[in-house]
């Protein structure tokens, strides 16, 4: 005779109803936490070109004294913007670590969008300088956005936003999005913009170089969102050698972001800075770079926060669940 329990699921409204920027920045700050301490499990990352033109992927990890377990699987899909739908896709899914049956299944775009964001201003609190002023960022999508507005709320000294867009072309709506909190700006001059800046943020689909070496000032930070893949890159060669490098996990850094293409070169976990088990000097001149290629344990803190706030707050669909 099978049991019947109850299947939670959090569709892309439900979430939005859910999310606080400041819940999600402490989940990701929890997750670092998780991962330096040992207390988190990362598994093995799959990522995989598909013949359809899309990359499809897992992250999946667990917090065993939480009762936590679960993955997400997702990818890009750039076809969708021919067919008026958002190229990210993701989907989370919690599942009970003693009995193995699934708990809930979230939507995971914004999740995945705002866990992103979170750690890239984690990195910004620790590595940018804090009287920085002028940020450049890469691109207009979904993660350049959510990058621009934490790093607003965590470096309230920022008064300039440049921004470049793949087709030359001005974005209103993003110009739109922070007129009230910044000057922003777009241009034409990757390398200008970058000269020009204290931070630099790069969130594209990181399919080529977007800047050169020499237009990288001493002090500059730089967030390196976009490689997520193998082949992915979005700074130029030689940049990390001559930077402090900040990873959010040092295997799979080396596996699918920028640390790919200089695998020797010493990093340090941004948990272990959280942790306080490393340390960094960062002096004015020096240039640094967080390599972020993103942890299922950030997805899985965020997943059990919202989990747990939908049960408090009665929102979600339930569905009987047989096991």
């Not at 034409?188 to 594209?204: K, L, Q, R």
Request: charged share 20%; aromatic share 6%.
């Amino acid at each position: 005779m099978s049991k019947i329990e109850t299947l939670k699921i959090l569709d892309r409204d439900c979430v939005n109803a859910l999310v606080l920027p400041e819940q999600i920045l402490f989940a990701v700050r929890e997750a670092f936490y998780l991962h330096s301490a040992g207390e988190g499990q990362v598994f093995p990352i799959v990522r995989e070109a598909l013949s359809t033109g899309g990359v499809f992927g897992i992250k999946s990890g667990g917090i065993s004294n939480q009762g936590v377990l679960g993955f997400k699987a997702a990818g890009f899909w750039p076809n969708n913007r021919s067919l008026g739908g958002e190229p990210h896709q993701a989907t989370i899914l919690l599942i009970d670590p003693v009995t193995g049956r699934p708990l809930c299944m979230i939507d995971g775009n914004t999740i995945t969008t705002l866990r992103t964001g979170a750690a890239g201003a984690l990195g910004l609190e620790i590595l940018a300088r804090q009287d920085s002023t002028k940020l450049t960022v890469f691109g207009t999508g979904v993660q350049a956005r959510i990058q621009v507005d934490y790093a607003l709320r965590v470096l309230p000294g920022i008064r300039s936003v440049v921004y470049l867009t793949f087709d030359g072309q001005p974005n209103t709506h993003f110009e739109t999005q922070f007129a009230d909190r910044c000057v922003v700006k777009h241009s034409e001059s990757a390398n200008e913009a970058v000269s020009n800046s204290d931070v630099v943020i790069t969130a594209t689909p990181g399919g080529q170089v977007l800047f050169d070496l020499h237009a990288v000032k001493p002090g500059t930070h730089i967030n390196c969102v976009g490689a997520d893949t193998k082949g992915k890159r979005e700074a130029p060669a030689g940049l990390l050698e001559k930077s402090k490098v900040i990873v959010d996990d040092r295997d799979q850094a080396m596996q699918i972001g920028e640390t790919q293409w200089t695998p020797s070169i010493p990093v340090v976990e941004i948990g272990d800075l959280l942790t306080g088990k490393a340390g960094i000097s960062r002096n004015t001149n020096d240039i640094t770079v967080f390599d972020m290629t993103g942890l299922a344990l950030q997805d899985l803190t965020v997943a059990r926060l919202l989990f747990e706030q939908a049960k408090i707050d009665g929102v979600g669909h339930d569905i009987s669940w047989p096991w």
